[in-house]
């Protein structure tokens, strides 16, 4: 499959949990498109595609566990830091919280990855009209651990 094939099949799909599936299976049957589906969900383009692939990349991370943002995680800083769509805005959210849940990837954050991720949480919070990214973003548990981990780095 073809970069263009793969946006003419993410164009295909709509948000519902059967189409990530889909796009889940696609990442199997063609699991050299990872980087692909990667760089389309980062993309600051708001086109349709970018949209679904973000929700198709969550599913990957999160439920397949097909991949990691652990390998992605700076480019995906630097992206979410002024992400405004919020359809975006919302799985790029699950997959911070995602991220920042286990223990083994919170204790490699630098301290630059730290604010980041601080600041888009309150900026989250603050300027997200939808709930579901604001869901994510003000969970306690995981706001909480890495406001403390920032405290100790200072």
């Known amino acids: 499959m073809i970069p263009a094939a793969l946006k003419e099949a993410l164009l295909s799909y709509y948000t519902s ?5 889909k ?3 696609l990442n199997e049957k ?3 498109l990872a980087d692909e589906l990667v760089q389309l969900a980062f ?6 595609e970018h949209i679904l692939v973000s929700w198709v990349l969550e599913w990957l991370i999160t439920n397949a566990k097909h991949l990691s943002l652990s390998m992605y995680l ?3 800083l630097e992206i979410f830091q002024y992400q405004t ?3 975006k805005r919302r799985p790029f959210a699950k997959l911070l919280y995602h991220h920042c849940r286990v223990k083994e990837y919170r204790d490699l954050l630098c301290r630059k990855e730290i604010d980041i991720i601080i600041t888009c949480c309150f900026d989250t919070l603050l300027d997200a009209i939808k709930v579901a990214p604001k869901a994510h973003a003000s969970k ?3 706001t909480s651990k890495i406001i403390k981990i920032g405290l100790k780095m200072n």
Do not use: A, L, M, N
């Open 43 to 48: 993309s600051k383009e708001q086109k349709r």
């Open 140 to 142: 306690k548990s995981y």
């Open 85 to 87: 769509h919020e359809s």
């Open 17 to 21: 949990i059967e189409d990530r599936y």
């Open 74 to 76: 700076i480019e995906f």
């Open 23 to 25: 796009g889940v299976q």
């Open 30 to 32: 063609y699991p050299y």
